[in-house]
């Protein structure tokens, strides 16, 4: 398992376990009594990018940006208001998420997990960690008594936390633990996809690094998928195979992570680029600081939403909204620019 | 893996139970909610002091007929009006005796007034005994008993811990009789607003959008309006002829019509943060039920807090219930309650002769500040998980 997963995804052609198509949610925006709608806050407008079994997706961009909602999205924790969610786990016909129902979303919901960002509020404190981890083996009816214990300690010990430990409550841990108790709860049911929720922000940094090998440990363990909200540059560049950039609930560019970080193709790109701190003094000369506000979702910009904060905009920019084109390198981009411009990476 | 295990320092704790657990050597990572909850509510000290005295309260009401040493309604107009009858532990001789007692009374006609005096008579000692036969009672309606926990001997001898009304009764015991009546008065109107504030809260909070706004719109004009002119007009429409059962459920209910609104916004702030709470979000996504969401995420979570409040909402049906009886609009005699004894203090002439008829009201502070003080360490200890 080991020697084979990643080298023989990246010489045959890799199967797509999820396709987005034109995802969208938008929330109204009401007023009064009557709860009129004065407006739509496109959250995630118009989102479309894929997953390759078995890689790491990188979801970025600031916070606001949309990320975690398509994530919420992706395991329909949210409802998407449009858009199709092909989810392919290989061993049975692919389905579209985005319409399912009742119990198809519970049979589904044993391949997608999800790992969320706090620590802290994703587990109940009132419960032990058996309980926890336990919960989706007993939501499914998977096992009960002795042999819930027996996946339970399996669980905990795949995840580096002793299995004596499963009559604890959380509050005995630190944060990083608690982190992999929630990893050892997404994991219960062996799901083939997971998203995870910027896991490793809320942590401290020396248990950052930790938290990261485990997931990567775990990846090639069991042939997961990961799709990873981040907006940390240096920990995406760590861990994803390609990157999904966002912008104002749009995707910007989607290239792979080596790709991405040596040449950005979208000046917003360019820009988190030079926000990535770096150990060299000299090197921080060259930073992008982007001025005024993140567009607002409920009242985008004209044109590209990220004109009125880029430096190479030019008229075109601002009356038209530029489509998401794919490039003869294959990568795609939402910039009218794309082919003029060369930007600058990092390295 | 299970190397990485021991790099990984286990004993590291959130401030809250740590600071608990250097008070006390347990091993909290096994420590149940509960227990976290004990731990906390045992360091407000002032809180366990008054959870004594609402236990002890709430013990007088349930077995007032054995506490109170005297029957509440036997009559002597030869004993109206007593002073408070002192204990002794020497005699006239100045010899001590361990066990306490009273001195018998003789009464003279004062000469000038021709009303009945009454003087100690050091002559004679009646002790004060442990389980002695008094009035006759039915404990509960059920069980005919005449023992009382404690009283003197002599049927005679008056023996008024809190002196006596204008009917001569001993106020003491009628007092006791009246805890059963006024403390639970309290706890049957919160149960009462406890039901109306959790559905149409539970509602509000879990429907959110349209359903929210109107409900809490309804709340706030129910607490805009005036409380003691809507329950004396309530209170006034009972009719005069209904049984005391009848007339006290049915000033529960009055209470309750207003008390819901507080546990109402309670039950529903509760449930709009669980909302946004993670682990409940995890749980939908682990596949696990709606029915077992409400039942062991969220329930277990607010339930300490809506026990919190209901301490706290009795208090202030005590204090209602004694307004309107005191006016003459709640219970009313034979019922015995505390507002129904303050009502006799009502008139001066009573105050400045007989003081201790305002007793009932000093009960009425006592278990109104034992039961905030339990409420506010309940508060604090419902979520140990919090600094």
Redesign the interface.
């Given at each position: 398992m080991t020697d084979t997963g990643p080298t023989a995804i990246k010489t045959t052609v890799p199967r797509r376990i999820l396709d987005v198509r034109g995802l969208s949610k938008h929330f109204p925006v009401t007023v009064g009594?009557?709860?009129r709608e004065v407006a739509k806050i496109r959250a995630v407008d118009d989102v479309t990018f894929h997953v390759h079994a078995g890689e790491t997706l990188g979801l970025v961009g600031e916070s606001g940006c949309g990320k975690t909602t398509t994530g919420r999205c992706l395991?329909r924790?949210l409802d998407p208001t449009a858009g199709e969610i092909i989810f392919d786990p290989g061993d049975v016909e692919p389905v579209d998420v985005a319409a399912l129902k009742g119990k198809a979303l519970?049979v589904l919901?044993?391949d997608m997990?999800?790992v969320?960002?706090?620590p802290?509020?994703?587990?109940?404190?009132?419960w032990?960690l058996l309980d926890l981890v336990g919960?989706?083996l007993?939501?499914?009816g998977v096992s009960r008594g002795k042999a819930l214990e027996t996946r339970v300690a399996e669980l905990l010990?795949?995840?580096?936390?002793?299995p004596e430990?499963m009559?604890?409550?959380p509050?005995?841990?630190?944060g990083?633990?608690r982190q992999r108790i929630?990893i050892a709860?997404a994991l219960?049911l062996n799901p083939k996809l997971v998203v995870a929720d910027e896991p490793v922000s809320a942590l401290d940094v020396s248990v950052r690094a930790?938290t990261l090998n485990l997931l990567a440990d775990l990846q090639e363990e069991l042939s997961l998928t990961y799709i990873f909200i981040s907006h940390d540059l240096s920990v995406v560049q760590h861990i994803c195979d390609r990157v999904v950039v966002m912008y104002s609930g749009r995707v910007v560019e989607v290239a792979d992570t080596d790709d991405l970080f040596s040449a950005p193709l979208h000046p917003y790109t360019e820009a988190l680029l030079s926000a990535v701190p770096k150990p060299n003094p000299d090197a921080a000369k060259n930073r992008i600081v982007l001025k005024g506000e993140i567009a607002d979702p409920a009242n985008a910009p004209s044109g590209c939403a990220f004109h009125p904060r880029c430096t190479y905009a030019k008229d075109i920019c601002r009356q038209q909204a530029p489509p998401l084109t794919t490039m003869e390198s294959g990568r795609e981009v939402r910039c009218h620019l794309a082919a003029e411009l060369t930007l600058a990476g990092v390295n | 893996m299970s190397d990485k295990t021991a790099a990984v320092p286990t004993d590291s704790v959130t401030p809250g139970p740590e600071r608990l657990a250097l008070q006390k050597r347990v091993d909290l990572s096994v420590a149940s909610p509960s227990y976290l909850m004990w731990l906390k509510f045992r360091r407000h000290r002032l809180a366990v002091a008054s959870a004594v005295v609402v236990i002890m309260l709430y013990v007088i009401a349930a077995f007032a007929e054995f506490i109170a040493p005297h029957d509440p309604e036997k009559q002597n107009a030869l004993n109206a009006y007593q002073s408070p009858t002192q204990i002794h532990f020497f005699d006239n001789s100045g010899q001590f005796h361990l066990r306490p007692f009273v001195f018998g009374t003789t009464s003279v006609r004062n000469p000038d007034t021709f009303e009945l005096e009454f003087a100690d008579d050091t002559t004679v000692r009646h002790p004060i005994r442990l389980l002695v036969r008094g009035d006759p009672y039915k404990m509960w309606g059920v069980f005919q008993s005449d023992i009382h926990l404690f009283g003197v001997a002599d049927p005679d001898a008056k023996f008024f811990l809190l002196g006596s009304d204008k009917q001569g009764r001993d106020l003491f015991s009628r007092i006791v009789y009246g805890t059963r009546i006024s403390m639970s008065i309290g706890l049957v109107g919160v149960l009462l607003s406890f039901v109306i504030g959790i559905i149409i809260g539970g509602i509000s909070g879990y429907f959110g959008g349209v359903v929210d706004i109107v409900l809490q719109r309804v709340i706030e004009f129910v607490r805009s309006m005036p409380t003691i002119p809507l329950w004396l007009g309530l209170a006034a429409a009972l009719p005069s002829d209904w049984s005391i059962m009848q007339i006290y459920f049915s000033i529960t209910i009055i209470l309750s019509l207003i008390g819901w609104t507080g546990l109402a916004q309670v039950v529903r702030g509760r449930a709009l943060a669980l909302r946004e709470e993670d682990f409940i979000m995890a749980a939908r996504l682990s596949g696990t039920s709606q029915t077992r969401i409400i039942l062991r995420h969220m329930v277990p979570s607010f339930m300490s807090h809506i026990i919190a409040a209901l301490t706290l909402a009795v208090p202030e049906m005590i204090i209602a219930e004694t307004a309107l009886s005191f006016l003459g609009l709640g219970l009313r005699f034979p019922a015995i309650s505390w507002g129904v004894l303050l009502q006799e203090a009502q008139n001066l002439r009573s105050v400045a002769l007989a003081p201790w008829l305002l007793a009932p009201g000093g009960m009425v502070v006592i278990s109104v500040l034992a039961l905030n003080f339990f409420g506010d360490g309940l508060r604090d200890a419902a979520d140990p998980y919090r600094n």
């Open positions: 009594i009557l709860r395991l924790a519970k919901r044993q997990q999800m969320f960002q706090d802290f509020s994703s587990l109940n404190p009132r032990t919960e989706p007993v939501a499914y010990r795949s995840v580096g936390l002793r430990y009559r604890r409550y509050h005995a841990f630190s990083g633990e929630g709860r219960a930790q | -």
